[in-house]
């Protein structure tokens, strides 16, 4: 006779009302922190071709957008601007001038909405002549780490006073984290938090986020400061300095391809824990799901759950209003 078996987990799974009381994991609006392109000049709203439904706003467009965003319930968005190339330099100068396109943006966001929270991007790429997030020597073609510390460091300052709550360092230099604190207390903001960018890998998945922003590497590539996507142990290295360091979040980069460093990075720090699902990733999903591969809905809904169950309490997503807008629907 047959074996009947004695466990039978199905039963967890027998209706909808059982499943979501068995439920571990739950998406919620307020877990997301949505990217926003910035770019200059007026009435401008220019979708990335490579991103489906993510555009380029000009400073007056963008506070309709997040308007839009905030009455679905996102309340965190990352800005990043997308610098003419005249006004970029090996120094990234134009990154802490107050009057620039950047900072101007975020002041505006604040003042129309002071309850929303900020996190702005430090990193020389989008205002570099080089396009990278460091300076480069021009002879050797070095990234140099600690005089590119001082830039970041007035960036981050510049920002502060822009009125950002969360400093976002994308830029892995070493000892950044621990620099920028330093300038934002020295200078009385105490208050504004640091997001480090903990592990942030050399990921191809970056690719269409560069072409939103013109901000590739004119020349080489970003491996001498972001990580080897080998390697797991050099996560927790990361993680221990940007404690040290008095980060107030860490973060992981890419999201996907790297769960189980989130997860890893989850049990081994009582920081909050972010991901940042980036653009490579929303451009795969996208794609597949135009040619009607998958379907586009349900794949974001179990990505972004998955990056939670990774161990993420917040994710920073393209998603973000097309999730928040699934969320609401229930
Ligand atoms: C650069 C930066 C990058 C992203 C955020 N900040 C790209 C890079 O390192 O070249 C990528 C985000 C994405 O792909 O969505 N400081």
Redesign the pocket.
């Known amino acids: 006779m047959a074996l009947i078996p004695t466990h039978r987990p199905r039963r967890n799974r027998k209706s909808e009302v059982i499943r979501e009381l068995v439920q571990e994991t739950n998406l919620a609006t307020h877990d997301f922190i949505y990217?926003l392109f910035l770019t200059e000049g007026q009435n401008q709203l220019v979708e990335v071709k490579s991103m489906p439904g993510i555009f380029r706003y000009s400073a007056d467009r963008i506070i309709d957008e997040i308007g839009v965003c905030v009455e679905l319930g996102i309340k965190a968005f990352a800005p990043?601007p997308q610098i003419k190339e005249e006004l970029k330099d090996h120094l990234a100068r134009e990154s802490a001038n107050p009057d620039g396109l950047y900072l101007r943006t975020v002041a505006d966001i604040k003042r129309h909405f002071p309850e929303v929270v900020l996190m702005t991007?430090?990193?020389?790429?989008?205002y570099s002549s080089d396009?990278h997030?460091g300076i480069v020597d021009a002879e050797s073609g070095e990234i140099l780490n600690d005089a590119s510390l001082e830039i970041l460091g007035q960036m981050a300052l510049a920002q502060a006073r822009a009125g950002a709550d969360i400093i976002?360092p994308?830029?892995?230099m070493d000892g950044r984290v621990a620099f920028i604190r330093d300038v934002l207390d020295r200078n009385a903001f105490q208050q504004v938090s640091i997001m480090s960018?903990t592990a942030?890998y050399?990921?191809a998945?970056?690719?269409?986020?560069?072409d939103?922003?013109g901000?590739?590497?004119k020349k080489g590539d970003?491996k001498t400061y972001?990580m080897n996507p080998a390697n797991r142990r050099e996560a927790l290295r990361e993680l221990a300095l940007d404690e040290q360091e008095g980060a107030d979040m860490v973060m992981i980069?890419?999201a996907l391809s790297y769960l189980d460093i989130i997860r890893e990075v989850r049990n081994a720090t009582t920081l909050p824990v972010t991901a940042?699902?980036?653009?490579?990733?929303?451009a795969m999903i996208k794609a597949a799901a135009q040619n009607g591969w998958v379907d586009g809905e349900r794949t974001m809904m179990e990505v972004l759950l998955s990056i939670k169950r990774a161990g993420a309490d917040a994710i920073?997503t393209?998603f973000a209003k097309e999730a928040a807008q699934v969320l609401r629907r229930g």
Do not use: H, I, T, W
């Not at 991007?121 to 989008?126: K, L, S, T």
């Open positions: 990217p990043f991007d430090v990193a020389m790429d989008p396009g997030d976002g994308s830029d892995m960018y942030k050399a990921s998945f970056y690719g269409p986020f560069r939103a922003l901000s590739a590497p970003k972001q980069k890419p940042y699902n980036v653009s490579g990733e929303y920073l393209y």
